[in-house]
């Protein structure tokens, strides 16, 4: 295993930039990794610095953002440091799902060291190489859950990438539509800043465009030839925050479906709509995602019940 992967989970230095596919070195989460048996890792974040990530950080809102990026950059580090993925395979989100323990959160704030327990499974490998991987995962901080999450992804050699994508994996060749009229950040509830507004507004009250910033410091630290997942999942929050407003609510549940890419060169549309409560007794929306009518993306987002916070 990499030399960089230690049993010193607790300690404050950050993982090397490389290992989470991360151009800025301050907006890294992850401090360690130990292996625990052939796929069940233990991962170390830390919280305590996330300026490079989030504007205000204190937001209930910001616990899903900071959850999910923290997730995202395990598939790097355990795909390189765990089962020996070259580093110019791209790894391509399928699906993910997440459940936060808004009470424990809201008790402690969202800073501090939470320990990532891992378990992989459904391992594919094709050539003597990982293909994909399934992630079960729960987060502790201080011995008390603060999320649960699922997520697959797949990887592909470079061969392979540049092949289904053809002309589409040249970045240059977007359309920059960071141009495109945002939603005021209190409606879309992304903090204070534009540069965090993801949707647009048409003359529906339920659907937008998908706003794309090529320059957004976090969505797009190093280049990507399409949108970002970690973006599209912002989009689903906004888009539901945006149909409650005034109405407040945190999306303390996500599941997700990542169908097809979202291209960085045409209108993605978005849409979103009111379904009957969940088994819990919180709101619960669709959104989806469309570009050139087809289907992108799928979220389901349940909104907590009270305010938090």
């Given at each position: 295993?990499?030399?960089?992967?230690?049993?010193?989970?607790?300690?404050?230095?950050?993982?090397?930039k490389?290992l989470?596919?991360?151009?800025d070195a301050?907006?890294?989460?992850?401090?360690g990794l130990t292996r625990l048996?052939q796929?069940?890792f233990l991962?170390?974040?830390?919280?305590?610095?996330?300026g490079?990530l989030?504007a205000?950080?204190?937001?209930?809102?910001?616990?899903a953002?900071?959850?999910t990026?923290?997730?995202r950059?395990?598939?790097p580090?355990?795909?390189h440091a765990?089962?020996?993925v070259?580093f110019?395979?791209r790894?391509l989100?399928?699906?993910?799902?997440y459940?936060?323990?808004l009470a424990?959160?809201?008790?402690g704030?969202?800073g501090?060291?939470?320990d990532l327990?891992?378990r992989c499974?459904d391992?594919?490998?094709?050539?003597?190489?990982?293909?994909a991987?399934?992630l079960?995962?729960?987060?502790l901080?201080?011995?008390?859950?603060?999320?649960?999450a699922?997520?697959r992804f797949t990887?592909?050699?470079?061969a392979i990438?540049d092949?289904?994508?053809?002309?589409?994996?040249?970045a240059h060749?977007m359309?920059e539509?960071?141009?495109?009229r945002?939603?005021p950040?209190p409606v879309s509830?992304?903090?204070?800043?534009?540069?965090?507004?993801?949707?647009?507004?048409t003359d529906?009250?339920d659907?937008w465009?998908?706003?794309?910033?090529?320059h957004?410091?976090m969505y797009?630290d190093?280049p990507?030839?399409h949108?970002?997942?970690?973006?599209l999942?912002?989009a689903a929050?906004q888009a539901?925050?945006?149909l409650r407003?005034?109405r407040?609510g945190?999306?303390?549940?996500?599941?997700?479906v990542?169908?097809?890419?979202v291209e960085?060169?045409?209108?993605?549309?978005v849409?979103?709509q009111?379904?009957?409560?969940?088994q819990?007794?919180r709101?619960?929306?669709?959104?989806t995602m469309h570009q050139?009518?087809l289907?992108?993306f799928?979220?389901l987002?349940?909104v907590?019940?009270?305010p938090?916070?």
């Amino acid at each position: 295993m990499n030399e960089l992967v230690t049993a010193a989970v607790s300690r404050p230095v950050r993982v090397e930039k490389g290992l989470v596919h991360k151009h800025d070195a301050g907006q890294v989460l992850l401090s360690g990794l130990t292996r625990l048996s052939q796929d069940e890792f233990l991962v170390a974040a830390d919280w305590t610095d996330t300026g490079g990530l989030l504007a205000d950080g204190h937001r209930p809102e910001d616990s899903a953002v900071l959850l999910t990026e923290t997730i995202r950059q395990t598939f790097p580090l355990l795909s390189h440091a765990g089962y020996d993925v070259p580093f110019d395979h791209r790894l391509l989100w399928s699906e993910y799902r997440y459940a936060l323990d808004l009470a424990t959160l809201g008790a402690g704030g969202i800073g501090g060291r939470p320990d990532l327990h891992i378990r992989c499974h459904d391992v594919v490998r094709r050539r003597g190489r990982v293909s994909a991987l399934s992630l079960d995962i729960t987060v502790l901080r201080d011995g008390r859950q603060l999320a649960t999450a699922h997520t697959r992804f797949t990887i592909q050699p470079p061969a392979i990438y540049d092949r289904l994508r053809g002309d589409r994996r040249d970045a240059h060749r977007m359309l920059e539509l960071a141009r495109s009229r945002p939603l005021p950040p209190p409606v879309s509830g992304a903090g204070e800043e534009f540069r965090d507004v993801v949707l647009s507004p048409t003359d529906a009250a339920d659907r937008w465009l998908l706003r794309i910033d090529t320059h957004h410091p976090m969505y797009f630290d190093h280049p990507s030839d399409h949108a970002p997942g970690i973006l599209l999942l912002e989009a689903a929050k906004q888009a539901v925050r945006t149909l409650r407003h005034p109405r407040v609510g945190v999306a303390e549940a996500m599941e997700t479906v990542f169908h097809r890419y979202v291209e960085l060169d045409s209108p993605c549309r978005v849409d979103a709509q009111l379904l009957p409560d969940d088994q819990l007794g919180r709101a619960r929306f669709l959104v989806t995602m469309h570009q050139n009518d087809l289907l992108c993306f799928t979220a389901l987002v349940s909104v907590a019940k009270e305010p938090t916070g």
